[in-house]
């Protein structure tokens, strides 16, 4: 892959923001800011940084039985939104949040051109492997295959992958359960995302390589960086403040 396949902080904006009145502008000012957060393990991880920000969502936020979708914040001019982490990205790009927190995985994959990265906060450290069954890779004199059948949710970084090495990718786009595939012949290989790599174990698959590593950024919404860059830049000044004081 090229730098620029693994650097998600590097985007060229190509939206220009639509002209407002005056009045229009002054609405949105006062309008609390929006931050998406994904739910599960990163949302965990994030708590102490968002506590040292000064910016922890309602109790309820943190609460995996909650229904709520948005929840007021410690700061009066902050609320968050908890979605998917992978339509944290989608609603910054659209400008549904004006801040989120997002994998680059996730970066990488959409690759918006309306998102900059400003911040690495360093948690939910992982990365994007290929695997192979343990079957496959016993087998002696099998040669490298020009087209394969590759089962993952990154199709884009799948298929740039294994093109920049002269193979032809047939993607199978799944969005769970990618361990399945090679033991029911829907793909030979996959690409996904890997921790511990336990779960590959247990389905007798093999990381055989990485493409990318993997952490949390703070991601910013371009359009919303110009029209309300001293709220904007407070906030990625908060969280730069707050891993700061992790690591001091």
Partial sequence: MS???????KHTLTTIAEPQTQAGNAGAAEAPLILALPKGRILKALRPVLDRAGLMPDPSCLDGDSRALRFPTTDPGLDVVRVRSFDVATFVAYGGAQIGVCGADVLME????????????????????????????????????????VATKYP???????????INAEIVHLNGAMELAPNLDLASIIVDLVDTGSTLRANGLRETEVIAHVTSRLIVNRVALKTRPEAIAALITRFRDALQENNA
Wanted: net charge positive; glycine share 8%; proline share 7%.
């Fill in 156 to 166: 884009t970084i799948a298929r740039r992958h294994f093109a920049a090495r002269g």
């Fill in 3 to 9: 730098r620029h396949d693994h650097d998600p902080e």
């Fill in 110 to 149: 959409f690759d918006y051109p309306d998102i900059y990265a400003p911040l690495d906060l360093g948690i939910g450290g992982c990365r994007i492997s290929v695997a192979r069954p343990v079957a496959a890779l016993r087998k002696e004199g099998t040669a490298a295959s020009s087209q394969i059948r």
